[in-house]
């Protein structure tokens, strides 16, 4: 069965869907991507959605879904690439996406994370 | 045409008019592409009765050819009739009927002058006549149309809406008319493919032009919003005047996240803002005190958002 391939970048994970997502993709890349976060201790995941060109309700949520289940984890999800089609899609079956965090390229992507991660490592240094 | 063809027409044109309008009327009344929506008995009496007059008189000059400066009459009332009914909604067939349902009346008056042997030919001949005037209408008619979809293309065109680039990384996309869901459709994709271009991080859509905002307006401009956050890019909305403010209070319209602002200045310094860029003056002696009046500002603005 295929898989999508999650690769490890530092304290990074990186996530680039290059096929058609069906559900038992999106399911099969929730479980991994959970699994990956807890066994590298990664602190952002950046999913780049650059070559998805068509996606439904069920793959609109899974995106939630990642953010959602990253965060309980500790773990911050960025959003990277997506095209105007997928975006105009979305808004029109009513995802908005709001938890999630979005960037125009996975450079920025990248940047925003590092951002988001630096200003939590302060946070944890002044309450500890 | 032949002379004494033409001569037979004029002689009833001259002499049985009253009962030719009568008649050539209650057939355009009673035709099946006859509107009483649109026009009424005593609009089409005027009509016919005008059109008799100029008919009569391009006939007593003996002219046939129907583009000649004799029949200039009465081809400057149909271009008129046609125009008009044209903007009004007719089709072209209920236009021509105007001039097709004068045959019947005009042949029975010839057939009755002429008698039977040689009144087929004449009838054939004005028959033709009648039939070049309607295609005339007709033709005039798709014109006038022609004319109407030309104005209509440009009323689209102005309405058609630019994206601007403001600075390296600032997109804005000034809306001018009414936002409907069609147009938003349009906006949306001409402003996301615009960031995927220029690689922006920072759009402004700014409403000055919009006249009214209501609560669907308003859902339209929190999807656009919305789509392009989706792609990485933020959105701020500008150019709300103080009535547009008081609606979207009134109607209890949720902007929720969204930044507003009053103008398109005050949205563009929060954008350069956000870029990391500052606006100076040029000159040095009183700068300082001026970037100082600035700086005031800026930290206000910082503090209310």
């Known amino acids: ?128 | 045409m032949a002379p004494d063809s033409i001569a037979s027409l004029n002689d009833i044109l001259q002499k049985d008019e009253g009962t030719l309008l009568q008649g050539w009327v209650d057939n355009q009344v009673n035709a099946t592409a006859f509107r009483p929506d649109r026009t009424s008995r005593q609009e089409l009496m005027d009509y016919s009765r005008r059109f008799l007059t100029l008919m009569r008189e391009a006939v007593k000059a003996g002219e046939q050819d129907i583009m000649s400066p004799a029949w200039a009459g009465v081809r400057q009332m149909l271009d008129d009739l046609s125009v008009a009914r044209a903007q009004q909604g007719f089709s072209p067939s209920e236009t021509a009927t105007f001039i097709f349902s004068l045959k019947e009346p005009l042949f029975d008056r010839l057939q009755r002058a002429l008698g039977q042997s040689e009144g087929v030919s004449r009838l054939w001949l004005t028959n033709l006549l009648l039939d070049r005037l309607g295609l005339y209408t007709t033709e005039v008619f798709q014109r006038g149309r022609e004319q109407l979809i030309i104005r209509q293309q440009q009323e689209l065109m102005e309405l058609s809406t630019p994206v601007v680039t403001l600075w390296d990384g600032v997109l804005a996309l000034p809306l001018i008319g009414t936002l409907d869901s069609a147009r938003t459709q349009v906006v949306m994709e001409n402003l996301l493919q615009r960031i995927v271009d220029s690689g922006a991080a920072i759009a402004i859509i700014d409403i000055t032009g919009v006249p009214t905002v209501d609560t669907v307006t308003a859902q339209h401009l929190l999807k656009t919003v919305a789509a392009a956050r989706l792609m990485g890019a933020d959105c701020i909305i500008s150019g709300i005047r103080p009535q547009i403010a008081q609606t979207i209070v009134h109607l209890g319209v949720e902007l929720g996240t969204v930044v507003t602002k009053a103008t398109l200045a005050d949205a563009f310094a929060i954008a350069l803002k956000r870029l990391g860029l500052v606006v100076q003056k040029a000159s040095t002696a009183p700068r300082r005190r001026d970037d100082d009046g600035a700086d005031a500002r800026a930290a206000g603005e910082r503090g209310e958002g």
Do not use: C, W
């Not at chain 1, 559900?23 to 807890?38: E, F, P």
């Open chain 1, 1 to 128: 069965m295929e898989r999508i391939p999650i690769l490890k970048m530092g304290e990074y994970l990186l996530v680039t869907i290059q096929v058609d997502m069906h559900d038992r993709l999106a399911m099969s890349l929730q479980d991994d991507l959970t699994s990956r976060i807890v066994s590298a201790r990664a602190k952002g995941v950046l999913i780049d959605i650059s070559a998805l060109e068509m996606v439904d309700s069920f793959i609109g949520r899974m995106f939630g879904d990642i953010a959602a289940m990253s965060r309980v984890l500790d773990a911050e999800t960025v959003v990277v690439g997506m095209r105007p089609a997928v975006a105009i899609t979305l808004v029109e079956l009513g995802l908005s996406l709001p938890g999630v965090r979005t960037a125009l390229n996975i450079e920025r992507g990248m940047e925003l994370l590092r951002g988001l991660i630096g200003a939590r490592g302060l946070d944890d240094a002044g309450s500890a």
